[in-house]
């Protein structure tokens, strides 16, 4: 699976959007972009997932890059109950493993 | 609320106990997995079952040990453990194994500490 880089943490004021990045530059044709996030001592929680079109669903928006090298995880209006860890994952459509998170980027979401 | 439950949600065990952890998913899925997440390290995953079978051992010790009775049950027995076992451990699932369908869901986790 292709390697993802994020920074390791951001700041945002609450109810302004919150623009994560992932870089994953090597990201080959069948491979999907997942974001998950992890709210302190919680387990991970899915929030959306992409191949080549932008998607959008309650939680967020994802937008994706026409190189498909890099991404952005929008959050549109942040509230306090959206600082988390924030985790950008790229892994094959068709293989049979599992995810592998990373260190992520940690969003405090300030009032 | 995901679906997903754990049991217990805190657990503290000597080294010579044996104990389990248990996790139950309500969402008719047929892949599950371990995951274990140490303090301000990434999430490691353990075990993968799918469709009851174990796909995926990523070298874990003997200590632990998995059991997946059904597509909706998976334990993990635990022996002999160490001080450096202690963290929290998550329990997951997802449709199937592969593509879009592996979209997971997890628990809230077991906080396990070894003394």
């Known amino acids: 699976d292709a390697k993802t880089t994020q920074p390791p943490s951001m700041d945002c004021a609450e109810g302004r959007a919150a623009n994560l990045p992932c870089n994953h530059s090597?990201?080959?044709?069948?491979?999907?972009v997942y974001w998950y996030r992890q709210i302190h001592s919680q387990g991970p929680q899915y929030i959306i997932h992409?191949?080549?079109n932008n998607e959008t669903n309650e939680m967020a928006s994802l937008i994706i890059t026409e190189d498909r090298k890099s991404s952005t995880l929008i959050l549109p209006h942040a509230t306090l109950r959206d600082t988390a860890v924030y985790y950008c994952?790229?892994?094959?459509?068709?293989?049979?493993?599992?995810?592998?998170f990373g260190s992520g980027t940690r969003l405090q979401v300030q009032p | 609320e995901t679906g997903v439950t754990q049991t217990p949600r805190h657990l503290v065990m000597g080294m010579t106990n044996k104990k389990s952890l248990k996790c139950e998913q309500h969402?008719?899925?047929?892949?599950m997995y371990w995951y274990k997440q140490s303090a301000k390290k990434p999430l490691e995953l353990m075990f993968v079952y799918n469709f009851k079978e174990q796909t995926e051992n990523n070298s874990v010790p003997s200590r632990f040990s998995p059991e997946c009775p059904n597509s909706s049950h998976l334990f993990l027995h635990l022996h002999t453990l160490q001080p450096e076992d202690s963290a929290l451990y998550l329990c997951?699932?997802?449709?199937?194994?592969?593509?879009?369908?592996?979209?997971?869901?997890f628990g809230p986790g077991t906080r396990l500490l070894v003394l």
């Open positions: 994952i790229v892994r094959e459509g068709t293989g049979r493993r599992a995810l592998t």
């Open positions: 090597t990201i080959s044709g069948n491979e999907y």
């Open positions: 992409g191949l080549k």
């Open positions: 997951a699932s997802s449709q199937d194994l592969g593509g879009h369908q592996e979209t997971q869901y």
């Open positions: 969402l008719g899925h047929n892949a």
